[in-house]
């Protein structure tokens, strides 16, 4: 029970950051740096970080379990991700990135893993769903219909939810995850950076180049890397999934003071619909009664 507790709370701690990494990524769209700079940075920034971490788990970095997390979980997520902050508001991927991983991470681990949502977490997957359909709704009736931006959110989001399922299929320690991927990432990408991709850096204000540093590469690669990675070993990958469905209504909430980006009502409900599925009132309901019914058999 202490453990599960402990999990808990690593998940509420990776939603803030996640909350706030929606809000970073999408100044960084609105800045002269690209997607191609903000990648390198996270990526740059983590591994001079981990280098202590790098040389002990030397001999495990380059196995192809390490490298398919690395490719799903580090370079597809965040190439796909930034490119779409570049495209979309903040208030889209608040629902098209955390909002949809539950939905995701459900699909994948039931085509891997051969595991089944119960009935809880299907009412939990209608409610997302329905949430995602009132999000297209809202911009079909705005004349603004799914955007390359949206579909960059969407497939970020698959990214990370096959990353979530191959994590706890293979039950890689946290550590060795989190350096693993930021470390393959960075040798996979960094010299393609520097030898053909576009630059900003040398124009880009310090601050800006400082606060992506810290918190793409700090805050969001290791920090909550590990409280994510340490969550689903504990909780699974499907709950913890449902989990981060909670991000998208602090994210809307942040944006609208930081970033002047107000939702819509369709998104509103679209945001309420996903809150819901992610809370799930039905399911602690359904274990107090539970309990209670134990505790009278019991006495």
Avoid: N
């Amino acid at each position: 029970m202490e453990a599960r507790r402990k999990a808990y709370l690593q998940v509420a701690l990776t939603i803030l950051i996640w909350s706030g990494f929606i809000m970073v990524s999408r100044l960084a769209g609105r800045s002269v740096l690209s997607f191609w700079d903000v990648t390198a940075l996270r990526f740059g920034t983590a591994t001079c970080l981990l280098l202590p971490a790098i040389w002990s788990w030397r001999h495990t970095l380059w196995q192809w379990r390490m490298l398919a997390l690395a490719l799903t979980g580090g370079l597809g997520y965040s190439l796909l991700v930034y490119a779409a902050f570049a495209r979309a508001p903040a208030t889209h991927a608040a629902v098209l990135l955390p909002g949809m991983m539950p939905f995701l991470t459900t699909l994948v681990a039931f085509l891997l893993l051969a595991e089944r949502p119960d009935r809880h977490r299907r009412i939990s997957l209608v409610l997302a769903a329905l949430g995602l359909a009132c999000m297209i709704y809202s911009l079909w009736r705005a004349g603004t219909p799914l955007a390359a931006g949206d579909l960059l959110y969407l497939s970020a989001s698959l990214s990370w939810s096959i990353y979530t399922v191959l994590l706890r299929r293979w039950q890689i320690p946290p550590w060795q995850a989190t350096t693993g991927v930021a470390c393959l990432s960075a040798a996979i990408y960094l010299p393609i950076y520097v030898l053909f991709l576009p630059h900003h850096l040398h124009v880009a204000a310090w601050s800006a180049i400082l606060l992506q540093a810290g918190y793409q590469g700090c805050l969001v690669v290791i920090v909550a890397m590990i409280l994510y990675t340490r969550a689903v070993s504990i909780l699974g990958a499907v709950r913890v999934g449902m989990c981060m469905a909670l991000v998208p209504g602090l994210a809307a909430l942040l944006a609208v003071p930081l970033l002047g980006e107000r939702p819509s009502g369709g998104q509103l409900l679209a945001l309420a619909l996903i809150i819901i599925s992610a809370l799930q009132p039905w399911t602690w309901m359904g274990s107090r009664s539970r309990i209670a019914s134990a505790d009278t058999e019991a006495a």
